[in-house]
């Protein structure tokens, strides 16, 4: 095969493989869109390198020609078959990272089922008359169950950012308050170790910008709680909020956490964002937590075009920081006087909303415990609850009464969520019925759930463990 020939073959080999790779991170295909991308590339320009490659010269022999032409066919169909096999592997991976997604979902379900009960009755429990050893025995129950809660999210965070399903939202918010915020949850456990704890912001940033506060205070919480969870009693703790600078409509700033705690070797400090890292097993042990937090926030970070750093001595403390530039909000001023007008004209539908003891809902809650659960939360708000066990037992008492809501469990026997809802809204269309919402309460909680069951005709969703404050916004925003 001439030289030039076997310059062009690598060539494409490299102009392929450069395709599947910008498709794959910048275009969002999935591995095996961008191997077969990558595939047809390679392909069409070797003809087109073949119908423009000159014909050879006369001089040379037909022998000559004919082992050239039998040497480029082998080579060019052991290409083929590496291609094939790249191909078969990338149809591998995507049916492994399909699998993986069912078993998350299955598992968020499954471990968030039973956690809604144990959480949900411990403050049924809370509520009731007790002594005080009684009091710290259910306070421990639910620092238990809080932390476990913590743990499990953490590990759906990790394994959804690994697959390439978070989705970071674009909103104005006031960033000032929402690093007050962060940090102020955190005030009990500051006074129990009596940490001295210092919050600073740069007047220069501006307050109102555009982005996602979600994610920007998980982050700012992770870091927050870490420098607690490793500061000594009587410690300190810096956070600081530094302006950077300014070009048109963006602003750039620096967030910095540092702590007089344990600090950090130089080994350490270069794996301190890998997944279930942490300094030493013996900090495990006496510090507590998955070492997830921070590798979370480092995804979150690089998410939103940054990287979370560390600057650390060990015995001297460490300072975790991130460089973040957000677009200014030069609307600020407009959606405070409409928030004003917003609270008030809520304040007056909440005077006039019905009693919620004039409300009867249908709850569709096949286990026992939830089941319990869920109607002593309802009735302690003034309404009247109807269960059902499944989706079938759910869509026959849809037949045979109106209900104000109906919340709606997603995996149940006989007839799941899904299923029942699909007969609800078609018995309600071919007999003229006014719709009665639907909400999702399940313990499927990873990205895209509640957009897939919302349509699938719900009409909103909520996650267990419940919330009692989203279960009262529910009703009271489809209810009155």
Same mark, same amino acid.
């Given at each position: 095969?001439?030289?030039?020939?076997?310059?062009?073959?690598? #060539?494409?080999?490299?102009?392929?493989?450069?395709?599947?790779? %910008?498709?794959?991170?910048?275009?969002?295909? $999935?591995?095996?869109?961008?191997?077969?991308?990558? #595939?047809?590339?390679? #392909?069409?320009?070797?003809?087109? %390198?073949?119908?423009?490659?000159?014909?050879?010269?006369?001089?040379?022999?037909?022998?000559?020609? &004919?082992?050239?032409?039998?040497?480029?066919?082998?080579?060019?169909?052991?290409?083929?078959?590496?291609?094939?096999?790249?191909?078969?592997?990338?149809?591998?991976?995507?049916?492994?990272?399909?699998?993986?997604?069912? %078993?998350?979902?299955?598992?968020?379900?499954?471990?968030?089922?039973?956690?809604?009960?144990?959480?949900?009755? $411990?403050?049924?429990?809370?509520?009731?008359?007790?002594?005080?050893?009684?009091?710290?025995?259910?306070?421990?129950?639910?620092?238990?169950?809080?932390?476990?809660?913590?743990?499990?999210?953490?590990?759906?965070?990790?394994?959804?950012?690994?697959?390439?399903?978070?989705?970071?939202?674009?909103?104005?918010?006031?960033?000032?308050?929402?690093?007050?915020? &962060? @940090?102020?949850? %955190?005030?009990?456990?500051?006074?129990?170790?009596?940490?001295?704890?210092?919050?600073?912001?740069?007047?220069?940033?501006?307050?109102?910008?555009?982005?996602?506060?979600?994610?920007?205070?998980?982050?700012?919480?992770?870091?927050?709680?870490?420098?607690?969870?490793?500061?000594?009693?009587?410690?300190?703790?810096?956070?600081?909020?530094?302006?950077?600078?300014?070009?048109?409509?963006?602003?750039?700033?620096?967030?910095?956490?540092?702590?007089?705690?344990?600090?950090?070797?130089?080994?350490?400090?270069?794996?301190?964002?890998?997944?279930?890292?942490?300094?030493?097993?013996?900090?495990?042990?006496?510090?507590?937590?998955?070492?997830?937090?921070?590798?979370?926030? &480092?995804?979150?970070?690089?998410?939103?075009?940054?990287?979370?750093?560390?600057?650390?001595?060990?015995?001297?403390?460490? $300072?975790?920081?991130?460089?973040?530039?957000?677009?200014?909000?030069?609307?600020?001023?407009?959606?405070? @006087?409409?928030?004003?007008?917003?609270?008030?004209?809520?304040?007056?539908?909440?005077?006039?909303?019905?009693?919620?003891?004039?409300?009867?809902?249908?709850?569709?809650?096949?286990?026992?415990?939830?089941?319990?659960?869920?109607?002593?939360?309802?009735?302690?708000?003034?309404?009247?609850?109807?269960?059902?066990?499944?989706?079938?037992?759910?869509?026959?008492?849809?037949?045979?009464?109106?209900?104000?809501?109906?919340?709606?469990?997603?995996?149940?026997?006989?007839?799941?969520?899904?299923?029942?809802?699909?007969?609800?809204?078609?018995?309600?269309?071919?007999?003229?019925?006014?719709?009665?919402?639907?909400?999702?309460?399940?313990?499927?909680?990873?990205?895209?759930?509640?957009?897939?069951?919302?349509?699938?005709?719900?009409?909103?969703?909520?996650?267990?463990?419940?919330?009692?404050?989203?279960?009262?916004?529910?009703?009271?925003?489809?209810?009155?």
């Amino acid at each position: 095969m001439p030289q030039n020939y076997k310059s062009k073959i690598i #060539f494409l080999l490299f102009l392929s493989l450069a395709v599947g790779l %910008f498709s794959f991170y910048l275009s969002h295909l $999935t591995i095996l869109q961008s191997t077969l991308l990558g #595939f047809g590339v390679f #392909f069409f320009s070797l003809i087109i %390198f073949n119908i423009g490659k000159k014909e050879p010269q006369e001089d040379i022999s037909n022998d000559t020609s &004919s082992a050239d032409e039998v040497d480029s066919d082998v080579k060019y169909r052991l290409l083929e078959k590496k291609f094939k096999a790249i191909s078969e592997k990338a149809e591998k991976l995507e049916h492994e990272i399909k699998s993986t997604e069912l %078993f998350l979902a299955s598992m968020s379900h499954e471990i968030r089922t039973p956690l809604n009960g144990i959480i949900g009755m $411990t403050e049924v429990l809370d509520e009731t008359p007790l002594s005080q050893e009684q009091k710290e025995h259910v306070s421990m129950i639910r620092e238990s169950s809080n932390n476990l809660r913590v743990i499990v999210n953490d590990v759906l965070d990790v394994s959804k950012m690994n697959a390439g399903k978070m989705e970071l939202e674009s909103i104005p918010f006031d960033l000032f308050t929402k690093i007050e915020a &962060s @940090v102020g949850i %955190f005030k009990p456990k500051i006074e129990e170790k009596e940490i001295n704890l210092s919050l600073s912001k740069d007047p220069k940033i501006p307050r109102s910008v555009i982005g996602d506060p979600t994610r920007l205070s998980q982050v700012i919480i992770n870091l927050v709680s870490n420098a607690i969870k490793f500061t000594d009693k009587g410690g300190k703790i810096d956070v600081l909020a530094e302006y950077i600078g300014q070009e048109d409509d963006e602003v750039t700033f620096k967030v910095s956490v540092s702590d007089s705690g344990i600090g950090l070797t130089q080994e350490q400090q270069e794996k301190i964002f890998e997944a279930y890292s942490q300094a030493t097993a013996s900090t495990t042990r006496k510090s507590g937590g998955t070492g997830l937090g921070l590798t979370i926030s &480092s995804k979150i970070m690089n998410a939103m075009g940054t990287e979370l750093k560390v600057e650390s001595e060990e015995g001297e403390g460490a $300072t975790f920081f991130f460089v973040l530039t957000l677009k200014v909000d030069r609307k600020s001023s407009a959606p405070e @006087v409409e928030e004003e007008i917003e609270v008030e004209a809520e304040a007056e539908v909440e005077e006039k909303a019905p009693s919620l003891e004039d409300i009867h809902v249908l709850v569709a809650e096949d286990n026992p415990i939830n089941q319990k659960l869920i109607k002593i939360v309802l009735e302690k708000l003034g309404l009247k609850v109807t269960l059902a066990a499944n989706g079938q037992e759910a869509y026959e008492a849809r037949m045979n009464g109106d209900y104000a809501l109906i919340f709606m469990d997603i995996q149940m026997p006989v007839m799941g969520g899904v299923e029942s809802t699909h007969s609800i809204l078609a018995y309600e269309q071919e007999n003229g019925r006014e719709h009665i919402p639907i909400i999702a309460l399940t313990a499927n909680a990873l990205p895209g759930d509640k957009e897939k069951y919302m349509s699938e005709g719900m009409d909103d969703y909520a996650t267990k463990p419940l919330d009692v404050k989203i279960i009262e916004k529910l009703i009271k925003q489809y209810c009155s």
